[in-house]
DNA sequence: AATGAATGAGTGTTCATTCAT
DNA sequence: TATGAATGAACACTCATTCAT
């Protein structure tokens, strides 16, 4: 056998073993949807077409999938937070808070553990960044009251998490109703807020707690 | 030994038998706080300090267990719905989420989903009633608006439940922003909410899946 | 309190105690038969209405309760054997062995257990002691082959209890048919047996065998 | 790897497979002989040699591990009487008698009731039209008296089990004992048998009752 | 002496993870 | 490298036996 074709089965192995991460992924998060989180690991292999021993050579452990699939998540969410600057007059929030929760609803299952982000999470910082943005330029436009802060919208999200998770398999889209509700809550209005928000510092241990 | 001696040993053994039992619930809903529903029967007897055979004497599956939780904290929601009855000026709506809410706090996770209770369940009816009565008398004093319907705050609590399972270790009264948040959003407004709310039938649907 | 009333309550509690003796003993001799020796003691009890207190103060374990039933079973066959004594023309001997088949049939469950009994025990050494007998004069009087030994009637109740077992749900007396096959066996014939029989010691060792 | 090694490496995985299987059912057989059915799983699989996630591996209860090896022995019992075929004048019968006990005595105790066998059972519906046609061959040889039933000859095997469970420890071929004597009950005579046999459907049904 | 509540070792079964092939 | 067979700790649950009342 030559060195080329050496290399060449190198990297044939190489792109099995990028495509079979990604046939893990999308298996694990079909599986975890339709049965939650509970799932074992060899159905979520056979999902895949591969092994159990192959998704452990890729994933050191369950968990280490399960965090897989939520980093994944969160680079979504980015993404629709970027998409969502470019909506005008002050409405960006808006679409992006209803984007990311009909992104939840459609890939519930390891969602429950949207949690174990560490706070330095390179995407979270991003979606972070943008969302701030998304909510001043909400603010400048008065669709909502000065008194929300990013924190108000990250226990938001958390809500509708809580939400979807109890709603799916019944009323598939029944967060949209507690969405309209929460983004009248959001609307300006002269009474204040009864309650102090969280702090960054509280939510990034939130984020954290492996609990 | 005496008729009533005897009787009095009666009456202490029932006492033990029933003080073992609540000592066994206390004790549930604490693990199932701690470590979720998965935690394990025999850790839960340890807590209570009894064996796993009492338990299982007491409980005749770990899920009747659970179902015994889940009906006590409805006895409660249903207690605290009517003590809001009292509050005057349509206001007992919001006692009744702020007590409501509070009590969850404290007695987190012991019921991740509110499971499995039969829509025909006592209980529920009865909570049902009374907080159909409060949110018609916020309705009338102008708290509420005309188009937020019961079914609306069932998904309320489901999403404060989100909340407080979220971030009671760190923030043990962060949902008290989110309430507000939420309180603001049900306050009377010309804008008509954007989704239709869950039918009575749907919200049966949810409480009964085992999922 | 006086003496004699004192004596009189210790009288009663013996009377008691032997009452209890025997509805225990009745009521496990019932559900032994209904449900297999698998049949829980607490079952035991309480279909002699009493606690499994009371049970476990009369007889130290559950096997001593069932050695009990094997013992009634072993004095009732000596009775029946006894009673076939008085048959005439060497014809006793059949009588017993359908009588206590019969017997066995409806008291099945403690019968699986038939062994674990001293070979010094009173009762078998009795009942050994008048099979012979009617052994003796049943070949005495022509009906029974000479080459057939004491032990192979133990063998042979051994064989009608393993259909007794197996039969009895399903056909009640199907026993019957296999008395007449080994009664036809028995018959004089001039073709000598096939097999040595089993020595009365191995007889012995097999009902002192614990496993 | 070519692929002629890699169907190497595939057979060399499915023989251990298969080994193991056989493994365990020799193990089970071992077990339940000494210790009746009531063996757990664990002691079976430390018996085989493998974790207990390998038992359950192969047989998906311990009821599956039972009924394969009673299947076993059925298809044994099938090969014994289709040898038994070969021997001439009517003489099969006797010879398939004996060799099954033989067999039965060698793997005791696996099979206290030849348990949960449908009546449909390929290897039950062969063993019975072969012995069906050894019956008839012995009674036109005169070897049996024509009232003889093949549901006679399956009471007699449950007899001969019940003899070789309580003697085997002891005395390893006293069953042969029983035989000869019931062999003899087989032989023609004028005198009929005292009770009618037990029926077909009545046979089934002891097969199929799993008490 | 009688009760039945309490016990905990034991049961059959599952599943995340390892490792021989 | 990919496989899936093997592992064994963990689970929910049972039951013979003990012991406070």
Known sequence: M????????????RRDAAENRELLLAAAAQVFAEQGLAAGVEEIARAAGVGVGTLYRRFPTKEALVAELVQDVLEKMSALADEATLVPSGQG??????????????????LPKLWNISPDNEALVRVRRTIARLL????????VR??????????????????????RDIAPDAWRRHLALLLAGLRPSSAPLGHRPMTRA??????????
């Open 136 to 143: 001043a330029e909400a603010k400048h436009h008065g669709q």
């Open 146 to 167: 000065e008194d929300v802060t990013a924190t108000d919208l990250t226990m938001l999200m958390w809500s509708i998490r809580g939400v979807i998770e109890t709603t």
């Open 93 to 110: 929030l808006e679409r992006y808070l209803e984007a990311s929760s009909a992104y939840q609803a459609e890939h519930r299952g390891c």
């Open 2 to 13: 030559t060195i080329s074709a050496a290399m060449g089965a190198q990297r044939q192995l």
């Open 202 to 211: 509280q939510v990034d241990q939130v984020l954290a707690d492996p609990s």
